[in-house]
């Protein structure tokens, strides 16, 4: 059994992790939760725009009421959508509803599952917002589980990207992306960045025979001296339907003067993650 959490807001984003789901729950036994999560802070914070402090105490704690009862209300009509959703197509799942910062609830359930799949943009202001929020960018730092992040609109994954250094978290993203493969004939890339070209070839063969025993995929190895964020940038952006990738590398300076490679892709939004940290 594989247990999948998606913490829910009412975007498109949303909608698309439900159709990933249930690419995953073509090949693989599930049990999903699904946690609509009203981020409360955020609700404060919509209020400083009708309402700036120190002015109308108590107007403003009537509209704080106001825009977290028409959260829960819009909370509930997406769980019961979910809800919909697993019942059509024989989900085991259950539900809940939150209010809190949605960073720490979902780190917290996170401890319990095997994979958290939600949107690269967040909105669990519940529309009391505009402006989305990139919880994404938190939870691949803190989360216990791998993280499949989508962005708004769905496609089907033929071409995959794995980002591969042979550290504790890309292991385990890899990992992950075998045991939920629904196509076991993916055209996979893996990408070695590494400064000694012997030791990038030895981690392109352990990872090729990895995946060797869990898939049937055309495998292609590249290795490459360069950065892993201008390796991708340069060749492969835009040419794959998934990048697979650890949270942190294993090459210290490239962290503190290149940047993540997970957060630059999902500031960039345009292709599916799955990171693990």
Same mark, same amino acid.
């Given at each position: 059994?594989?247990?999948?959490?998606?913490?829910?807001?009412?975007?498109?984003?949303?909608?698309?992790?439900?159709?990933?789901?249930?690419?995953?729950?073509?090949?693989?036994?599930?049990?999903?939760?699904?946690?609509?999560?009203?981020?409360?802070?955020?609700?404060?914070?919509?209020?400083?725009?009708?309402?700036?402090?120190?002015?109308?105490? !108590?107007?403003?704690?009537?509209? $704080? #009421?106001?825009? @977290? /009862?028409?959260?829960? *209300? +819009?909370?509930?009509?997406?769980?019961? !959508?979910?809800?919909?959703?697993? $019942? #059509?197509?024989? @989900? /085991?799942?259950?539900? *809940? +509803?939150?209010?809190?910062?949605?960073?720490?609830?979902?780190?917290?359930?996170?401890?319990?599952?095997?994979?958290?799949?939600?949107?690269?943009?967040?909105?669990?202001?519940?529309?009391?917002?505009?402006?989305?929020?990139?919880?994404?960018?938190?939870?691949?730092?803190?989360?216990?589980?791998?993280?499949?992040?989508?962005?708004?609109?769905?496609?089907?994954?033929?071409?995959?990207?794995?980002?591969?250094?042979?550290?504790?978290?890309?292991?385990?993203?890899?990992?992950?992306?075998?045991?939920?493969?629904?196509?076991?004939?993916?055209?996979?890339?893996?990408?070695?960045?590494?400064?000694?070209?012997?030791?990038?070839?030895?981690?392109?063969?352990?990872?090729?025979?990895?995946?060797?025993?869990?898939?049937?995929?055309?495998?292609?190895?590249?290795?490459?001296?360069?950065?892993?964020?201008?390796?991708?940038?340069?060749?492969?952006?835009?040419?794959?339907?998934?990048?697979?990738?650890?949270?942190?590398?294993?090459?210290?300076?490239?962290?503190?003067?290149?940047?993540?490679?997970?957060?630059?892709?999902?500031?960039?939004?345009?292709?599916?993650?799955?990171?693990?940290?």
């Amino acid at each position: 059994m594989h247990n999948i959490l998606i913490p829910i807001d009412p975007s498109d984003y949303t909608k698309t992790a439900y159709k990933y789901l249930l690419k995953i729950a073509t090949h693989n036994k599930v049990a999903v939760e699904g946690i609509a999560i009203i981020d409360n802070l955020n609700l404060a914070e919509a209020v400083s725009t009708y309402l700036p402090l120190p002015l109308g105490y !108590e107007e403003r704690l009537q509209k $704080e #009421e106001e825009l @977290l /009862k028409d959260a829960k *209300k +819009k909370a509930r009509e997406e769980l019961k !959508e979910f809800k919909k959703l697993c $019942e #059509e197509n024989n @989900l /085991k799942c259950k539900s *809940k +509803k939150i209010v809190g910062r949605p960073d720490f609830v979902i780190e917290e359930a996170s401890k319990y599952t095997d994979l958290v799949i939600m949107g690269m943009r967040n909105f669990f202001h519940f529309e009391t917002s505009d402006t989305p929020e990139k919880t994404a960018s938190k939870i691949i730092h803190y989360s216990q589980a791998p993280a499949l992040l989508v962005t708004k609109e769905f496609k089907p994954i033929n071409k995959v990207l794995i980002a591969f250094d042979g550290s504790n978290p890309a292991v385990k993203a890899a990992r992950e992306f075998a045991k939920i493969a629904w196509n076991k004939e993916y055209e996979i890339t893996i990408v070695v960045s590494h400064s000694s070209r012997s030791k990038g070839d030895e981690l392109l063969q352990i990872l090729e025979n990895y995946l060797n025993e869990h898939t049937n995929a055309r495998i292609e190895k590249h290795y490459t001296n360069q950065n892993i964020i201008s390796a991708y940038d340069e060749k492969y952006a835009g040419k794959v339907d998934l990048v697979v990738c650890g949270m942190h590398s294993q090459n210290i300076l490239q962290r503190l003067f290149v940047g993540s490679f997970p957060e630059h892709l999902i500031n960039a939004n345009n292709v599916p993650v799955l990171v693990a940290q």
